[in-house]
């Protein structure tokens, strides 16, 4: 039988998690004042659509990340399977599947690779960063050879026009993000499988003694993680309009920084589904405002890795106070 003090998440460890969220809020509020005030073109509706939609795939990609990272894991396939993705659903609807099953068969695809991850894990013993690291390289050695290195133009206008879309006054890919999280936070912050993940990422032999089966959970973690991937691919296949395999390359750095700057410890136990999504719009933010005021690109990418320093360094002080 499970315990509450080995599953339940600790009263501490819910107040850090709402503390650090409305700080990053407050971060994220802040940010924005002050690029509306350095640039009269950061409050447009366009610029703001643009940047939604920017920051919508990345949050997406951080949430499957973050199921990952709560178990002491780690997924560097993501962006690849996002490039494969685009590749799969672009030739389905060259062949003239409907865009039901096309979408369907590579979520699918998706969930496959996850299975696959966790089934190398668990029976093949290895370990996450070489294993989605292999999946890595042979996805898109495998999209390219596929397509034999060239590009797919996607004709499907219905397909396409959906990225381009808005609902409410949000962008269609905005609302992608809310149909995720939603069934996200109730898994993660309401379902015993939840706590079974931070349970996994703390420890697992006494999550194993307390009768959590670790195996499954490793398994459900890169299945999820995987299939938010594919759907990425998916979302970024219709705003495109091509299938590529080169396509978002990177991006499992950038979900990964989101999460981690959403407050996921790299350590695992520690994560929720607010402070990942934050994150990725404070990065996308961060990006936006650096292209708007004409600053040079590799900035951003330093900005974004004195972020993740600062965050862990803050993260380590708060497990040592433990």
Known sequence: MTTDATLAPSVARRNYSFLFALTLLGF?????LILTVATPNFATANNIANLLRQGSMIAILALGQTFVIITAGIDLSVGAIVGFSTVIVALMLEAGFPIWVAVGATLLLGLAIGLFHGFAIVRMGLPPFIITLATLTSLRGVGLLITNGSTINIKNEAFNAF???????????FWMVVLVAVPAFIFLHMSRWGRYLFAVGSNPEAARLSGVKVSTMIYVAYSLSAVCAAFVGVLLAARIGIGNATQAEGWELQA???SVIGGTSLFGAVGSVHGPLIGSFILATINNGANLLNVNSF???????????????????????R
Do not use: E, K, M, Y
């Open 28 to 32: 994220l509020l802040l940010l924005c």
């Open 163 to 173: 990225s381009r879309g808005d609902f409410l006054g949000l962008p269609n890919l």
């Open 256 to 258: 990964i920084a989101s």
């Open 299 to 321: 900035w951003q990418r330093v900005i974004t890795g004195v972020l993740i320093i600062v965050i862990v360094f803050f993260d380590q002080l708060r497990r040592r106070s």
